[in-house]
């Protein structure tokens, strides 16, 4: 089946590290997805990992990939407060390229 | 300069009227999406384009119906408006769909239509 979970809501401090966790069940996804929304706003493409991949580093964004347990984290370090925002995590399990996306992370960052 | 577009940004209308929403696109990609997001930030997939043809047709109430005049452009027509369409709609395009790479199969999204229904 299809569906994708993520936990809710997710509080740091700024400049700690954030680790935002999602669990996906269809194992034929070839590619994995964050995306990131702030408020009013649109979703922004952040970074995406081929299933062949158990980790992939951009910047401050870390990527990590277990294709055993079908669990993909994505890890902000030094956080900032402009990373507050809603992650979407999504799969594309194959076919007609159609996104199942997660409910969604709402990260707050304060002082 | 914007990649991908949508017209009107708001949208508030009455229960039972018809209204259409656009999307394009000058990225020069063959496929378009349209994403519906709920209230509660759901975001699910309601059709796509690949060229002018329709790919994808989920389960949508015939009260919807996607145009694609050319494959720039993916249009979202919704007639007798009901109160459970208000929603955030997001048009997305991507180069090709499931086909041979993350290039060709990432989805780049518009910045939404806010639609409310009284």
């Known amino acids: 089946g299809e569906d994708v979970e993520q936990s809710l809501f997710l509080s740091v401090r700024e400049g700690d590290s954030s680790v935002i966790n999602c669990t996906y069940t269809?194992?034929?996804?070839?590619?994995l997805y964050w995306y990131k929304q702030e408020p009013g706003a649109g979703l922004q493409l952040l970074t995406y990992?081929?299933?062949?991949?158990d980790m992939k580093q951009d910047q401050r964004l870390t990527v990590l990939l277990n294709k055993k347990d079908k669990h993909l984290s994505l890890r902000i370090a030094d956080t900032q407060t402009g990373d507050s925002a809603i992650y979407f995590c999504?799969?594309?399990?194959?076919?007609?390229?159609?996104?199942?996306f997660g409910a969604g992370t709402r990260l707050a960052v304060h002082p | 300069d914007t990649a991908v577009s949508q017209t009107p940004k708001y949208l508030v209308t009455q229960m039972g009227n018809d209204k259409s929403i656009k999307c394009e696109q000058n990225?020069?990609?063959?496929?378009m999406y349209w994403y519906k997001q709920d209230s509660k930030k759901f975001l699910k997939i309601m059709f796509s384009?690949?060229?002018?043809?329709?790919?994808i047709n989920e389960t949508v109430p015939n009260r919807f119906s996607p145009k694609s005049p050319d494959k720039a452009h993916l249009n979202l027509h919704i007639n007798s408006l009901e109160l459970g369409d208000s929603a955030v709609y997001f048009c997305?395009?991507?180069?090709?769909?499931?086909?041979?790479?993350?290039?060709?199969?990432?989805?780049?999204f518009g910045p939404g239509t806010r639609l409310l229904v009284l």
């Open positions: 269809d194992s034929s996804s070839t590619y």
């Open positions: 997305a395009s991507s180069q090709d769909y499931g086909t041979s790479g993350a290039y060709q199969e990432t989805q780049y």
């Open positions: 990225l020069g990609h063959d496929t």
């Open positions: 990992i081929f299933s062949n991949m």
């Open positions: 999504a799969e594309n399990p194959g076919g007609y390229n159609k996104l199942i």
């Open positions: 384009y690949n060229n002018k043809e329709l790919i």
